[in-house]
């Protein structure tokens, strides 16, 4: 079965607000944790990534949290923006594989 | 900005016909995965190649599929004959292997078989 999935899969968030993707994994041993966005038409975009000696890592705008406790990671995006308007990947690490979960798909409200 | 580019963007067949796609990983990038794209099935890895040389293709249907790097500049994926459950979006993703968590996807191209 899927190692890597996401709790829900839409979101609608007013713009301006924060967002927060979760995403839920199976395999304790995974230590490797990789955020994607695809936008319509495109290709998945590296968004950000965090090793498990990590609980916490910023970027712009987005924070991934990692409780490894419950096996969790979420995306945080700070004051959402229209161009945030995409499916959300989160993915997982094995070795040089990619394991990919469902996805959720974020609209943006004005 | 250095990225992956793939050919045809869009490709509408037949079933039976001949299929492929090609992928130019970004230069300097050795490692070129290919991915499925369904609705399904979400994101599927068919194929791995790390200096051109194929690692991993136990994604990949070996019936009808085909994977080759003919040089470091190209990637081609084929498939032959083609039938209507092929229909998807197929990525193109290169990396390297000095930092091989991080890979570059491609645009994709989105393949219809009639």
């Known amino acids: 079965g899927e190692s890597v999935g996401l709790h829900l899969p839409t979101l609608s968030v007013q713009e301006g607000d924060n967002s927060i993707i979760n995403c839920a994994y199976s395999?304790?041993?995974?230590?490797?944790f990789i955020w994607y966005k695809q936008e319509s038409g495109k290709g998945p975009q590296f968004i950000i990534d965090?090793?498990?000696?990590?609980d916490k890592r910023q970027g712009q705008r987005v924070t991934v949290l990692l409780n490894k406790t419950v096996k969790h990671l979420s995306l945080q995006i700070a004051a959402t923006q229209p161009g945030d308007s995409a499916v959300y990947f989160c993915?997982?690490?094995?070795?040089?594989?990619?394991?990919f979960g469902a996805g959720t798909t974020v609209t943006v409200r004005a | 900005d250095a990225r992956v580019t793939q050919t045809p963007r869009h490709k509408v067949t037949e079933m039976g016909q001949e299929v492929t796609m090609r992928c130019q990983p970004i230069?300097?990038?050795?490692?070129v995965f290919w991915y499925r794209q369904t609705m399904m099935q979400g994101l599927e890895l068919l194929a791995y190649?790390?200096?051109?040389?194929?690692?991993?293709d136990s994604g990949m249907p070996k019936d009808r599929f085909s994977a080759e790097m003919p040089d470091a500049t190209l990637a081609t994926l084929k498939i032959q004959p083609s039938e209507p459950r092929d229909s998807a979006v197929y990525f193109c993703?290169?990396?390297?292997?000095?930092?091989?968590?991080?890979?570059?996807f491609g645009p994709g191209t989105r393949l219809t078989v009639l």
């Open positions: 993915a997982e690490n094995d070795d040089y594989k990619l394991s």
């Open positions: 993703a290169s990396g390297t292997d000095t930092s091989p968590d991080t890979q570059y």
């Open positions: 190649f790390r200096n051109r040389a194929p690692l991993d």
């Open positions: 395999n304790s041993a995974s230590d490797y």
């Open positions: 965090i090793r498990s000696n990590m």
């Open positions: 230069l300097g990038h050795n490692t």
